[in-house]
């Protein structure tokens, strides 16, 4: 019954089997580790993206290289999801998450060699990601959510290396006011942090010692009219999404007028629209207006005539922030306005008249207002204030911390071995092979600090083996020092998140073998990469990775 191979795949497909397909995803996920790997750690250098139009973005943030990149290949794309999560879920760690994953699939690659199932694999590292995990929860140490001292530390260490080194005292200061005044405490005794009630604003121009945190809202705006009040002690707020015009004709419609009475006639409508919006609001008894549209000449006139303080073009996140700072609801018409929608508060111009501070009723919410001299400073200093805010808030609401610096990596892989000796059969291989994988971090912190690798991670290991379980780096001097003494700490969920996001990737990676494509797969078909693939065409790993990156690596 011997028939000819059925064709079931259009003309122009590619289909790539086992260990092709298998060393085709891994070549293309390891080239997105290490990619990132060199701005690990405090010493980890930046990166320059310029995007297709030209816009250039400085940073060192894991997470913002690999979604900034032009990435082009579906198991590339695979490992960017993992910073993703670990951005969604933790907010820090998203390098030491892509870099993870990829070492666990190079020592993949060497199982494979010898011939160890995939499944095997697959096994192995499911066990001892669950276990590094589990001793995770070992090793945390509990801390006491007041304690500011170890919150500080937890900011420091996760700022270190985003631009703020120069002035580290004043922003890990800020980070930890801000956080706690966005906290409660619950009932039970626990702490919630709600980050929604913190806003961000930037702004050019000043010193990044200027930084400031202040209560309530930031509005980066002037008044439309210069007879308008500045400063409003007893302020009604109205909140608008809408514009104060009148509804523009459309661009090509003509006005056909008969006499110039029809003329006036036609100006005079046009200014009893708008007189009647500015009604509108002043009987609401609102005396202030942030508008996050356009607001007529005239209309700024009849507001300043009533008093009325009011701003347009307020951005939409600043309207946004402002509705759950004052609890209020945004007006999107003019038919729906009433006086419920105004909420009370306080509004006033900062010195330099640049700003508006706004301040609801009961004092919930607060802006992080960061300064810097230029936008490139600005921006990389805004995600490294992002990821310290978010290990912050998770640091008080868990109250566990983990020494940093390589440290509580060495200690997992070591758990992580002894626990390999129980494991049976080849899975054995691959929980050891975890183990190895996780020490990629001491070993990466160590030579982007221009350390050896290897002397350190011995120095290293034989400290852990001593007992000694924060002994991590100090990237400045090269030794191996006390982390929690060093004050280098890290939040436990953030890394129970890696190393579960990491091996997630990497599994979902090592499970395929068979790749099936529609047309050409590759963009470019560069064939730098090993596990040159037949048809030439998917050989490339990251064929496409070219093409919005000009200026980077
Ligand atoms: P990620 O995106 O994974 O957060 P980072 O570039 O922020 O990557 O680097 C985080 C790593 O740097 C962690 O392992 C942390 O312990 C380490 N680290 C931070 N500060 C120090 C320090 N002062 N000395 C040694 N290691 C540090
Ligand atoms: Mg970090």
């Known amino acids: 019954m011997q028939s000819q191979p059925m064709i079931i795949l259009g003309e122009d497909s590619q289909r790539m089997k086992d260990k092709d397909a298998q060393s085709h995803n891994i070549s293309a996920a390891r080239a997105v580790a290490e990619s990132v790997k060199s701005t690990l750690g405090p010493k980890g250098m930046d990166k320059m993206l310029v995007s297709s139009i030209?816009?250039?973005t400085v940073t060192?943030?894991?997470?913002?290289?690999?979604?900034?990149?032009?990435?082009?290949?579906?198991?590339?794309?695979?490992?960017?999801?993992?910073?993703?999560?670990?951005e969604d879920e933790a907010g820090d760690g998203t390098t030491t998450a892509v870099a993870i994953?990829?070492?666990?699939?190079?020592?993949?690659?060497?199982?494979?060699?010898?011939?160890i199932h995939p499944t095997s694999i697959i096994r192995g590292f499911h066990l001892g990601s669950e276990r590094a995990r589990e001793e995770v929860g070992n090793v945390a140490v509990e801390?006491?959510?007041?304690?500011?001292?170890?919150?500080?530390?937890?900011?420091?260490?996760?700022?270190?290396?985003?631009?703020?080194?120069?002035?580290?005292?004043?922003?890990?200061d800020l980070v930890v006011r801000a956080v706690q005044?966005?906290?409660?405490e619950a009932d039970d005794g626990s702490y919630i942090t709600d980050l929604e009630f913190l806003d961000i604003e930037t702004q050019t121009g000043r010193s990044v010692s200027e930084s400031e945190l202040l209560e309530g809202a930031v509005v980066d705006k002037d008044p439309v009219h210069s007879d308008m009040p500045t400063d409003v002690e007893d302020a009604g707020v109205l909140l608008l999404d809408t514009a104060i015009e009148v509804e523009e004709a459309e661009a090509d419609a003509q006005l056909n007028l008969d006499s110039p009475d029809q003329l006036q006639e036609f100006i005079e409508q046009e200014e009893q629209q708008l007189k009647d919006m500015v009604e509108d609001i002043a009987d609401t008894g609102a005396n202030v207006v942030f508008c996050q549209k356009g607001i007529d000449d005239m209309a700024q006139h009849y507001l300043a005539k009533e008093g009325i303080l009011a701003v347009r073009r307020v951005k939409k996140s600043d309207i946004e922030f402002l509705s759950e700072l004052l609890e209020t609801r945004i007006v999107s018409d003019f038919d729906s306005i009433s006086a419920d929608d105004v909420a009370s508060g306080r509004v006033t111009r900062d010195e330099t008249d640049e700003l508006f501070y706004v301040e609801g009723e009961d004092g919930h919410g607060a802006t992080l207002l960061l300064r810097g001299s230029t936008d490139h400073v600005v921006d990389e200093l805004e995600r490294g204030i992002n990821d310290a805010l978010d290990v912050v808030s998770s640091t008080v609401a868990d109250g566990r911390v983990l020494p940093g610096g390589g440290a509580i990596e060495v200690e997992l892989a070591d758990r992580v071995r002894d626990y390999a000796d129980s494991v049976e059969g080849r899975e054995q291989l691959a929980v050891e092979a975890f183990a190895d994988s996780l020490e990629l971090v001491p070993r990466v912190l160590a030579e982007n600090a221009g350390l050896d690798s290897i002397d350190t991670l011995v120095d290293l290991r034989a400290a852990h083996e001593d007992g000694d379980e924060h002994a991590g780096l100090n990237v400045y001097s090269g030794d191996v020092v006390d982390t929690f003494e060093a004050s280098v700490v890290e939040p436990a969920h953030a890394k129970q998140q890696a190393i579960a996001s990491a091996s997630e990737a990497a599994n979902l990676v090592l499970k395929i073998d068979d790749i099936i494509a529609a047309g050409d797969l590759s963009t470019s078909g560069g064939d730098e990469e090993e596990?040159?693939?037949?048809?030439?065409?998917?050989?490339?790993?990251?064929?496409?990775?070219?093409?919005?990156?000009?200026g980077m690596m």
Do not use: F, H, W, Y
């Open 54 to 56: 030209g816009d250039v």
């Open 60 to 86: 060192n943030d894991g997470v913002t290289i690999l979604t900034e990149m032009d990435i082009d290949n579906p198991t590339a794309e695979m490992i960017v999801e993992v910073a993703e999560t670990q």
């Open 101 to 115: 994953a990829g070492e666990l699939l190079k020592n993949a690659e060497d199982l494979l060699e010898q011939d």
């Open 143 to 172: 801390v006491d959510p007041e304690d500011e001292e170890i919150l500080k530390s937890v900011a420091e260490t996760s700022m270190t290396g985003k631009g703020a080194e120069l002035n580290r005292d004043v922003l890990v």
């Open 181 to 184: 005044s966005v906290t409660v």
């Open 531 to 550: 596990g040159g693939a037949p048809g030439g065409g998917m050989g490339g790993g990251m064929g496409g990775m070219g093409g919005g990156m000009g």
